[in-house]
């Protein structure tokens, strides 16, 4: 009976860490990315099921715009049909909001919403050098001072602050949209995402 208790137990931590999909192989080519802070992922590097190197650290929208991760970021910015009003009702408070978003480049959800939330912010005319953009490993992980104290399990995960105070977050897909979401979080109407207790 303890033997299947632990067991249990074990099932229910993996299950914990896998949000999104995870499926990572090895290779034995470094990663180089200019504009990224990334950390080593001990002797190899993470490759996703395409292929392409998982990132992690801190980022910069442009390294999402170049090989190979353009192949998802423009497609899903692309097709995101965009809520200009609910954009531009926004954008001031926008301006004055801290944003930090969580992705990984190996997942689905991250690779939709991430090209979707950067229009958005296009047209509210907001930088996106404003934007504190971290990458994780398919196991939550990046260097220990970028994710401390944030709570972070699935991805992408989306937190607006102002004052070091949190407003609230969108976590792995948006509710009504992208647009709308955001504008529930930084008018201070009900909002909660979907693991939200």
């Not at 074990?10 to 999909?21: I, P």
Request: hydrophobic fraction near 35%; include cysteine.
């Amino acid at each position: 009976m303890k033997f299947n208790n632990i067991v249990s137990a074990l099932l229910m931590v993996c299950l914990a860490f896998t949000a999104c999909k995870e499926n990572t192989q090895t290779t034995e080519t470094p990663v180089q990315h200019a504009e990224t802070e990334a950390i080593e992922n001990s002797e190899n590097d993470l490759i996703d099921d395409n292929g392409d190197p998982i990132i992690i650290g801190k980022q910069v929208r442009a390294t999402l715009e170049k090989e190979p991760y353009n192949r998802w970021f423009e497609e899903s910015y692309k097709q995101h049909p965009l809520d200009t009003a609910t954009m531009t009702s926004i954008k001031e408070n926008l301006a004055q909001t801290d944003i930090t978003v969580f992705m990984g480049t190996w997942c689905e959800d991250s690779q939709r919403e991430v090209p979707a939330f950067f229009k958005a912010l296009d047209v509210a005319g907001i930088d996106a050098s404003t934007i504190n953009l971290i990458t994780v490993s398919e196991d939550k992980l990046a260097p220990a001072d970028l994710l401390e104290g944030r709570n972070v399990e699935y991805v992408p995960t989306i937190i607006f602050e102002k004052e070091g105070k949190e407003l609230g977050r969108i976590v792995e897909y948006s509710i009504f949209s992208i647009e709308q979401d955001m504008a529930k979080i930084l008018n201070g109407e009900e909002y909660k995402h979907p693991y939200a207790e």
